[in-house]
């Protein structure tokens, strides 16, 4: 369980919170809570947060914070979000710590996966 007193709370827009949790229920298994017709919350078993419905998202052009999971499998990864309706918006690349893709999910926001293996 999180101690939600410690973790932080990630509240992310979306441009279509049906769209948000499908993907991120299909990909990361989290688990959602809807509280009324804009905003969901989200259990990922390591953080809490939620989607709030929004005509802006969240992406490196517009220089907002990038929310970065971990996979031991990139590849596998990877093409699960393909499969799942996200977008590969900067192709796998290495940095000192291992490697990671960014991608956009099908709300429109950017967010990341990076493996050390």
Same mark, same amino acid.
């Given at each position: 369980?999180?101690?939600? *007193?410690?973790?932080?709370?990630?509240?992310?827009? %979306?441009? $279509? =919170?049906?769209?948000?949790?499908?993907?991120?229920?299909?990909?990361?298994?989290?688990?959602?809570?809807?509280?009324?017709?804009?905003?969901?919350?989200?259990?990922?078993?390591?953080?809490?947060?939620?989607?709030?419905?929004?005509?802006?998202?969240?992406?490196?052009? *517009?220089?907002?914070?990038?929310?970065?999971?971990? %996979?031991? $499998? =990139?590849?596998?990864?990877?093409?699960?979000?393909?499969?799942?309706?996200?977008?590969?918006?900067?192709?796998?690349?290495?940095?000192?710590?291992?490697?990671?893709?960014?991608?956009?999910?099908?709300?429109?926001?950017?967010?990341?996966?990076?493996?050390?293996?």
């Amino acid at each position: 369980m999180i101690d939600s *007193q410690q973790a932080p709370y990630l509240e992310i827009p %979306s441009r $279509s =919170l049906s769209a948000s949790k499908e993907f991120f229920t299909r990909v990361f298994h989290w688990s959602f809570t809807d509280y009324g017709a804009e905003y969901c919350a989200f259990d990922s078993g390591f953080n809490l947060g939620g989607f709030y419905l929004s005509a802006t998202v969240s992406s490196g052009a *517009q220089s907002s914070c990038l929310i970065v999971l971990y %996979s031991e $499998s =990139l590849a596998q990864t990877e093409k699960e979000v393909i499969a799942a309706g996200g977008t590969i918006c900067r192709p796998t690349f290495t940095f000192p710590g291992g490697r990671r893709f960014h991608f956009t999910e099908p709300g429109g926001s950017e967010f990341a996966v990076w493996s050390d293996r």
